[in-house]
């Protein structure tokens, strides 16, 4: 028989209260959320009665939570292509040690200690035609620049994407600075060396280096992306239309303005797959390289 050891069994009495912590208050809840989502509950009153699939049935039924789905696929889209460009981008010219790059640095991280919610405001202010960027350009005789921006619904959504993209964008900087400067010279020299340019060099030599933390980056914008609710709830509320719409707005007005608690966990549970299809496979990438080494 094993003799008891203190040694053993301290790591498991730290770890404890945290495991069941988080058993109940995240995958409990995480549960009794799926549960919900399979019941009749409307209103105040809890009602449990069971309905099966009936709430997702209608859910995807309902034109609004289709272009929920259709707003969050193209704002997903190009949030994405926005920060990685724009962050490779200045990692590129910050690498590059010119004069002034701490300033500049500084000032593309700056948005990143702002919430969404001042990020919001702010560029709700910006897109306000009364005194906004409508009223530069026609100082600037550059009327035809002008746009609805958050008035009309072809130019609402992508006009979001700009204020998330502002925020965002700092953040793949700083992780591809990072990157940059945790590449060997000696990598570089040796593809010079060989005849390559600057460009085939950053092709074949620093980009492939850069892909994990690319798709560590993909990974977490994603996720925000995906769930996005306070720069849509300051700037939009959805509107105007459905045109900006997404499932995280949507199931709080479901669930706390009508009290249609058993849809709204319907969609939270969509919301949870949605989330779930991109963080597990990237999940189980990282353990079977961790596995392999």
């Not at 009153?45 to 039924?61: A, E």
């Not at 289709?66 to 969050?72: E, P, R, Y």
């Not at 990072?178 to 593809?191: H, K």
């Not at 092709?203 to 995906?226: C, D, E, K, M, N």
Request: with cysteine; hydrophobic share 55%; charged share 10%.
């Amino acid at each position: 028989m094993t003799p008891f050891s203190w040694d053993r069994i301290t790591p498991i009495l730290m770890i404890a209260p945290s495991v069941v912590l988080i058993a109940i208050f995240v995958y409990g809840f995480i549960g009794r959320t799926a549960y919900t989502s399979l019941t009749a509950w409307r209103g105040v009153v809890p009602d449990y009665t069971f309905v099966g699939l009936r709430n997702y049935i209608r859910l995807f039924q309902t034109e609004k939570f289709q272009a929920d789905i259709v707003n969050t696929v193209h704002f997903t889209a190009f949030f994405l292509a926005g920060c990685l460009i724009l962050g490779l981008g200045a990692a590129v010219l910050l690498d590059q040690k010119l004069r002034g790059s701490i300033v500049f640095q500084n000032v593309f991280m700056f948005p990143l200690a702002l919430s969404f919610i001042v990020t919001g405001t702010v560029w709700r202010w910006i897109f306000n035609p009364g005194y906004g960027l409508n009223v530069l350009f026609h100082n600037l005789h550059l009327d035809f620049l002008q746009s609805g921006w958050l008035t009309k619904p072809s130019s609402a959504l992508n006009s979001l994407t700009i204020a998330a993209v502002w925020q965002m964008s700092g953040f793949c900087m700083a992780m591809f600075l990072a990157g940059l400067r945790g590449i060997p010279e000696e990598l570089r020299e040796a593809a010079r060396v060989d005849g390559a340019t600057e460009w085939q060099s950053f092709r074949y030599v620093v980009f492939p280096l850069l892909r994990p933390i690319t798709l560590s980056a993909v990974i977490i914008l994603g996720h925000i992306s995906l769930k996005i609710f306070d720069l849509v709830f300051v700037m939009t509320f959805g509107g105007p239309g459905y045109s900006t719409d997404m499932p995280s707005l949507n199931m709080f007005i479901t669930t706390f303005r009508q009290d249609l608690f058993a849809r709204g966990a319907a969609i939270a549970t969509v919301l949870l797959l949605m989330v779930a299809l991109l963080i597990v496979p990237y999940l189980i990438w990282n353990l079977r390289g961790e596995t392999e080494r």
